[in-house]
């Protein structure tokens, strides 16, 4: 196969020089033929001239390597051997006619006929090209895009465009003023500012990255300057890999929302990432979950010497068992099915495989669910871990880290107060006489993770909206879950015992700005549509008001007590914190209350113990509400 195709490049490159050889003797013809204004022009006085220019020609253009090329690829800078041949041509023409004494042969010739070879010669390879390219039978079904980036790789990325059949590049946009104006491979340069003229002038509906460079601060920056715009964004592969052949233009992806964020990303410190995992058995209870799941795989890359991933969901826990076994190593993996309010269970597992260092990632999150199912969300949040600390305790572990929430700061939910109830645990614990190393890791939202709003504005969006936003000045905390799972395993190598680890979010993000962003990133507008027409075209976004347990702005600290740690987004908070006996005498009527469904108990030992939280409305969770109605001697139900 690959003779037959060495074959036929060897007949193609015949064939142009034939072609070549022709189109010079014809250009001499028709430089005579224009000097003197007649085409019956007699030319055998100086007949040996044609097939001198023809020879020296081919020769020359061989010589330069324009046989080398391939038509349909040929760019402009292919031209500089076209005009470098065609000048020794008309030299050489010249000398010969000067030498041999050819009178009758007009001395301005020459210069019509360099300029007739070059756009002969020349001009002929960018109309094949042109047809490559398809701008004669494809140009109105491809896409017409702007390149964001008239650097090296936004310049390689469309001429690869260019030879493809998916897109059309109509636009540079480069911020470096010294570009605007250019032409690259025939392409304009502007600035960010002609973006609206340019996206209703072009019909341009998708915007192309092409700034590998950029930290993800500037990106963060340019992203939120062209979601005003009602434009797709995606991403293209980063020009290295293109050229090296490992990606091709075909990956392109859409943007991802997180980098919205535009949080430069602080090296993680591989000291902390290994030192409490690396040669060691690691358990992560919650292993299913967004954050659960996203921790294994990191700690996997610490090399530790068996994970043990325990999680109540059946389908979670078997997804990520074929996920990590598609990834097979030498670590041992155990997947074991089991909730955390079976603390024979728990005891079991940590004493049967030696557990070293354990990550509690396991718990209700979802604020309306758990207000709506009080005796559960306690049970789980509170008892759960209480269950946990007492195993990590009675194993003589190393390290227990858990992960806790933003919404256990002056805690308005039932979830809230649970999360706050269990970092008091922790830090009960860590009071105890003992070598095992409690800590907590507190942060915010997890973009992406299950229930949060990235998903949920997502199907919206495709479903045609409404967009749904509780508040219009509803703001939130916003990470990434690989950027939150590093940061857990980093600061859980740093607890000396009972410390509460504060992630450093950066700004709040505004949600109705948010969902805005994630519209038009959609390549949609804001607004209600008018007609059918405008279906595809706009999103609206309506207010459905802050459900129960709900804050319009969240925290991440409860006082100012805040310090620094010897890694640049993880900071350390001193906040108040109860004795262990206190803490085990509350657990134990917990679980009293919990297990008598006394929803009226559990509701005051929860306002009790987090000072800061009061249950306000008592009709949202069903029961509780059917509770209220029989201490009331009212009849719950009309007959």
Known sequence: MQEENQHSDKQKRYVMMMADALILAGALWAAVALRYGDIYKDVM????????ASMVGVLSFAKLGLYRAIVRYIGPSSM??????????TVVVSMVAYGTGAESFPRSA???????????IGGGRLVVRAYFYGLFNNYLQREPVAIYGAGE??????????NGTQYMPVAFIDDDRSLRGNTIHGIRVYNAGHLGRLVNEFGIR????AIPSATPEQRGRILNQLSELPIQISTVPDIRELIAGKADVAQIEEINISDLLGRDMVPPDEELLRSSIEGKSVLVTGAGGTIGSELCRKILRAGPRRLVLYDNSEFALYSLEQELLENASEIELVFLLGTVLNKDHLAKVMDDFSVQTVYHAA???HVPMVERNIIEGVRNNVLGTWYVAQAVHDSHAERLVLISTDKAVRASSVMGASKRLAELIIQSFATLETDTKYCMVRFGNVLGSSGSILPLFTRQIEQRGPVTVT???ADRFFMTTSEAAELVIQAGSMAAGGELFVLDMGEPVRIYDFAEKMIHLHGKRVGKPTDAEQLDDYVEIIYIGLRPGEKLREELIIGQQVTGTQHAKIMKAKEDHLDFATIDAICTKLKEACEGADYLNVKQILEQVVPEYSLNDETVDPILKIEQTKRDNVTPFKS
Do not use: C, E, N
């Open 363 to 365: 718990a209700y999150k």
């Open 80 to 89: 500089l051997p076209v005009i470098q041949g065609v000048t020794l041509v």
């Open 45 to 52: 006085a100086f007949w040996w001239l044609f097939p001198v």
């Open 206 to 209: 998708r915007i192309l990255l």
């Open 110 to 120: 020459p210069m019509i006929y360099w300029f007739i070879s070059i756009m002969m």
């Open 471 to 473: 508040h219009k000045d």
């Open 153 to 162: 790789s936004g310049a390689q990325l469309a001429i690869t465009l260019l």
